[in-house]
């Protein structure tokens, strides 16, 4: 079925009664009916066998209560290499929909280009399975909201890829802000900048596909257009499936200011941007800005991709990419990336303070988290239902920047305030026969 502006409202106002906007779900309203006992493996399967697909089979297979069940990948060669990093025991499949009647499977991990996630999770859930889903989830902000209401209604355990959640620094930044040392916090920038100019992807042609591969399948509900090695091999730089950097990196970066924060869904989004530089096939912004207003404090994003100055933190600008995100509080300034913070403080303002005590049990590691909670059936830190408002306020920056104007959101009616043309952008229109399926 599709899914209409009506029914997309009926569903995301069943999901904020039902659950509340960024909520967890309890060990209760988890509880499935087939449960992986402890001295039991969990059978996996994993759709999408790229770089990113290996790497996360081979994080999960270091564990011996895991077990491979199943493969899947529209090209034949990367079914293949799956199966072999198996030892040949997976099973193999060219259409995830038929991993997904395997019964044997308890949970998949989704590490396809980014348009296939909200499908393929929607589907997983409804057929039983837990979820490991790489980040975006979403493009749009109602397969973001369908995703977490249907993860909710079949009471599955679910985990986001975004890793980064998982390490040291992150925590001890949460522990400082949360604290409470750096003093009112009035606004958060988060900085993505790298320099591409000017080759950046090139301008490959168009070219018949690989042999094995199935390209109309790999479209799926995007566009069908001419295959060319560069939207297969970095999709990323291509609006048909992650609509900006703001999308592909914005998830890790973005995690450590709303868990930090934690400030729900915003008020308002503001995004200006465009491609300014940039000289290759790619179609995404080469350059963007946006600005999200919370109760009590704004918070931006910026990015370039022609240029890499890091705002004075970590190494100079050397063409590489620079991340961060900076919390200005009446006392102080901390900055922090995946890796390190430093605290700059407001004069003497935070003089013979000590340091916050470590709060936040550390990360027996972000696939572990999710694979314990198969079993336990409690949510892990990076659930559906947490990282929704992150997905939101990221779907809304793309829709203001397409609409040239800044938009008022509506968390508990899930609309933008008295604007028509933005509300029909929030939700997708797949490409025949695939449709926005009523959760």
């Known amino acids: 079925h599709r899914m209409d502006r009506r029914d997309f409202l009926k569903t995301a106002s069943a999901l904020a009664v039902t659950i509340g906007v960024g909520s967890s779900l309890s060990q209760a309203q988890v509880q499935s009916t087939k449960q992986v006992s402890a001295n039991e493996k969990i059978i996996l399967g994993f759709i999408g066998l790229g770089g990113r697909g290996l790497a996360n089979m081979a994080e999960c297979m270091k564990y011996p209560d895991v077990e491979v069940g199943a493969v899947c990948d529209v090209y034949e060669k990367r079914l293949q290499e799956g199966v072999a990093y198996t030892n040949g025991k997976a099973k193999a499949y060219k259409d995830f929909r038929k991993l997904l009647e395997q019964k044997d499977i308890d949970a998949v991990v989704i590490s396809t280009p980014p348009h296939w996630h909200p499908l393929m999770t929607i589907y997983a859930c409804q057929e039983g399975k837990d979820v490991y889903c790489e980040k975006p989830i979403s493009r749009y902000v109602a397969e973001a909201r369908a995703m977490a209401k249907v993860a909710h209604d079949n009471k599955r355990v679910t985990q986001v890829g975004t890793q980064i959640h998982a390490s040291e620094n992150f925590r001890r930044c949460v522990e400082i802000v949360k604290s409470g040392i750096l003093g009112k916090i009035m606004a958060v920038r988060i900085v993505c900048t790298m320099n591409e100019y000017p080759g950046g992807i090139g301008r490959p042609a168009d070219s018949s596909p690989p042999e094995g591969l199935d390209w109309d399948l790999w479209c799926g509900p995007a566009p069908?257009?001419?295959?060319?090695?560069?939207?297969?091999?970095?999709?990323?730089?291509?609006?048909?499936?992650?609509?900006?950097?703001?999308?592909?990196?914005?998830?890790?970066?973005?995690?450590?200011?709303?868990?930090?924060?934690?400030?729900?869904?915003?008020?308002?989004?503001?995004?200006?941007?465009?491609?300014?530089?940039?000289?290759?096939?790619?179609?995404?912004?080469?350059?963007?800005?946006?600005?999200?207003?919370?109760?009590?404090?704004?918070?931006?994003?910026?990015?370039t991709s022609g240029n890499s100055f890091n705002f004075d933190f970590g190494g100079p600008p050397d063409r590489g990419r620079r991340l961060g995100v900076i919390f200005h509080g009446t006392k102080g300034t901390l900055l922090g990336d995946y890796n390190t913070f430093k605290i700059v403080p407001e004069g003497d303002a935070l003089k013979d303070i000590p340091m916050p005590e470590p709060s936040i049990p550390p990360s027996p590691g972000h696939?572990?988290?999710?694979?314990?909670?198969?079993?336990?059936?409690?949510?892990?830190?990076?659930?559906?239902?947490?990282?929704?408002?992150?997905?939101?306020?990221?779907?809304?920056?793309?829709?203001?920047?397409?609409?040239?104007?800044?938009?008022?959101?509506?968390?508990?009616?899930s609309k933008v305030i008295g604007d028509k043309e933005a509300n029909a952008l929030l939700i997708p229109k797949y490409r025949k026969p695939w449709t926005f399926p009523k959760v």
């Not at 696939?367 to 809304?396: F, G, M, S, V």
Request: aromatic share 14%; proline share 6%; hydrophobic share 45%.
């Open 224 to 303: 069908l257009v001419p295959f060319n090695e560069a939207r297969f091999t970095a999709h990323r730089y291509f609006s048909d499936y992650v609509a900006s950097w703001l999308s592909e990196l914005g998830p890790h970066i973005i995690d450590l200011a709303f868990w930090a924060m934690n400030p729900s869904e915003p008020l308002a989004v503001s995004a200006s941007g465009g491609r300014f530089v940039a000289d290759d096939i790619s179609d995404i912004p080469d350059t963007m800005d946006v600005i999200w207003e919370f109760p009590g404090f704004v918070m931006t994003w910026m990015h």
């Open 367 to 413: 696939h572990r988290e999710w694979l314990d909670a198969i079993k336990t059936r409690e949510q892990p830190l990076c659930n559906l239902d947490y990282h929704l408002p992150i997905a939101t306020a990221i779907d809304l920056a793309h829709v203001s920047l397409k609409v040239g104007r800044k938009l008022y959101w509506d968390s508990s009616e």
